[in-house]
């Protein structure tokens, strides 16, 4: 393997980590509420 090869191996490896990171993220329970509450944001009419 040539460096390049190396470094490309590894940034395919970050890659998949950080989107399976946000993929778990995403679809937790635990953050539901939060996603919920700002899925129309846009929308809102309130000055905060």
């Known amino acids: 393997m040539t460096l390049v090869d190396k470094i490309g191996a590894a940034t ?3 890659v998949f980590v950080l989107l399976a ?12 509420q939060q996603f919920e ?3 129309n944001f846009v929308n809102d009419d309130d000055e905060r």
């Open 37 to 39: 509450d700002l899925r």
């Open 12 to 14: 395919a490896v970050v």
């Open 21 to 32: 990171g946000a993929y778990f993220y995403a679809y937790r329970p635990k953050n539901k």
